[in-house]
């Protein structure tokens, strides 16, 4: 059984582009989050999608935005790339039924923008 | 909305040692708890977790008491090994304004190293 797969691993952009990120949950999970990872900081949550509608949003701007498709996985898209937008990019997958419902994480894309 | 404030680091120990890292939050309505493990290179990985008071979650000879009264959820391992070096993310889910969305708010991260 496949966990949740990300790509690509890692990618390059200059400032100004834009870039999109994959991910395709683990089997049977239908939501799916996004979060960046700065070096040294702990995760931030960027947004989360269920239902191919994003149901939850954390403090990032509208340069930010995703898609879930009818098969659940999912794309980040990131456009103007700022300098500060270099991180780690993780993927998480869960199930919709709760709270204390367990997030799996992906191995994340490393994204640098020069 | 949450906020998760873990032991600052880096923890430095040597084989067989006794580990603790502390975590303590802030939150409203009814958090879940979480210990996820980074290791170098690789994303994170869910270690333990608990789901009501006095819960205690346990994984690979770590183990971590989910305490409401001091809204804690220290992680603990009685001998830990060189394998163990990492980094420990404590983590919290809750019910915001009624809603519950499975929103993951993360700690700083604590880094281990043990030596042989």
Same mark, same amino acid.
């Given at each position: 059984?496949?966990?949740?797969?990300?790509? /690509?691993?890692?990618?390059?952009?200059?400032?100004?582009?834009?870039?999109?990120?994959? #991910? %395709?949950?683990?089997? $049977?999970?239908?939501?799916?989050?996004?979060?960046?990872?700065?070096?040294?900081?702990?995760?931030?949550?960027?947004?989360?999608?269920? =239902?191919? =509608? !994003?149901?939850?949003?954390?403090?990032? /701007?509208?340069?930010?935005? $995703?898609?879930?498709?009818?098969?659940? %996985? %999912? !794309?980040?898209?990131?456009?103007?790339?700022?300098? $500060?937008? %270099?991180?780690?990019?993780? #993927?998480?997958?869960?199930?919709?039924? $709760?709270?204390?419902?367990?997030?799996?994480?992906?191995?994340?894309?490393?994204?640098?923008?020069? | 909305?949450?906020?998760?404030?873990?032991?600052? *680091?880096?923890?430095?120990?040597?084989?067989? &040692?006794?580990?603790?890292?502390? +975590?303590?939050?802030?939150?409203?309505?009814?958090? @879940?708890?979480?210990?996820?493990?980074?290791?170098?290179?690789? *994303?994170?990985?869910?270690?333990?977790?608990?789901?009501? &008071?006095?819960?205690?979650?346990?994984?690979?000879?770590?183990?971590?008491?989910?305490?409401?009264?001091?809204?804690?959820?220290?992680?603990?391992?009685?001998?830990?090994?060189? @394998?163990? @070096?990492?980094?420990?993310? +404590?983590?919290?889910?809750?019910?915001? *304004?009624?809603?519950?969305?499975?929103?993951?708010?993360?700690?700083?991260?604590?880094?281990?190293?043990?030596?042989?």
């Amino acid at each position: 059984d496949a966990g949740v797969t990300q790509s /690509p691993t890692h990618l390059i952009k200059t400032r100004g582009q834009q870039v999109t990120l994959r #991910c %395709s949950p683990k089997s $049977g999970h239908d939501t799916v989050s996004w979060y960046q990872q700065a070096l040294g900081q702990g995760p931030q949550f960027i947004f989360q999608y269920y =239902e191919e =509608e !994003e149901r939850q949003r954390g403090n990032f /701007p509208d340069r930010f935005s $995703g898609h879930q498709f009818p098969n659940y %996985s %999912s !794309e980040l898209n990131v456009n103007a790339l700022l300098l $500060g937008d %270099s991180a780690l990019y993780l #993927c998480a997958s869960s199930l919709a039924t $709760g709270v204390g419902e367990t997030q799996y994480f992906g191995p994340g894309t490393r994204l640098l923008v020069l | 909305g949450n906020s998760v404030t873990q032991m600052e *680091g880096p923890v430095t120990l040597s084989e067989e &040692a006794f580990l603790t890292i502390n +975590c303590t939050y802030t939150a409203t309505g009814y958090p @879940s708890p979480f210990w996820y493990v980074q290791y170098p290179g690789e *994303g994170l990985q869910l270690l333990l977790k608990a789901t009501k &008071a006095d819960d205690k979650g346990s994984n690979k000879g770590f183990e971590a008491t989910y305490r409401k009264e001091t809204t804690s959820f220290h992680l603990e391992k009685g001998s830990v090994q060189v @394998s163990d @070096s990492a980094v420990y993310f +404590c983590a919290l889910t809750g019910v915001i *304004g009624g809603t519950s969305y499975g929103k993951l708010t993360f700690g700083q991260g604590t880094i281990l190293t043990v030596h042989p």
